[in-house]
Nanobody
Framework: QVQLVESGGGLVQAGGSLRLTCAAS????????MGWFRQAPGKEREFVAA????????YYRDSVKGRFTISRDNAKKMVYLQMNSLKPEDTAVYYC????????????????WGQGTQVTVSS
């Protein structure tokens, strides 16, 4: 069974950085699109970034472009999200998801999720 475990969240001041890590098991990792989503209180889960397995393409939501970087290590079955220049509006629980397809931006396409890691950015 697929298991995803996120880590690396925390409290940081605006302008600071955090690196999130997602460790995967129970899947052929190199054949999965891996995504990061986030969910703030009272809001729906939203796409943040994805690494597509089929062509190694990387995708970001507009508000994090130039600040966040997704990367993956297929040998270690890990996916990372480097977050720089953090803003208070980045505050949310961040989730790692695994998706066997190529469409990357929708929650419904991800078949497994981690438990989430809290990121809080103070102003």
């Amino acid at each position: 069974q697929v298991q995803l475990v996120e880590s690396g969240g925390g409290l940081v001041q605006a302008g600071g950085s955090l690196r999130l890590t997602c460790a995967a098991s129970g899947l052929t990792f190199s054949r999965y699109t891996m995504g990061w989503f986030r969910q703030a209180p009272g809001k729906e889960r939203e796409f943040v970034a994805a690494s597509r397995w089929s062509d190694d393409s990387l995708y970001y939501r507009d508000s994090v472009k130039g600040r966040f970087t997704i990367s993956r290590d297929n040998a270690k079955k890990m996916v990372y999200l480097q977050m720089n220049s953090l803003k208070p509006e980045d505050t949310a629980v961040y989730y790692c998801g695994a998706n066997p397809g190529r469409v990357y931006g929708f929650v419904r396409d991800y078949i497994s999720w981690g438990q989430g890691t809290q990121v809080t950015v103070s102003s």
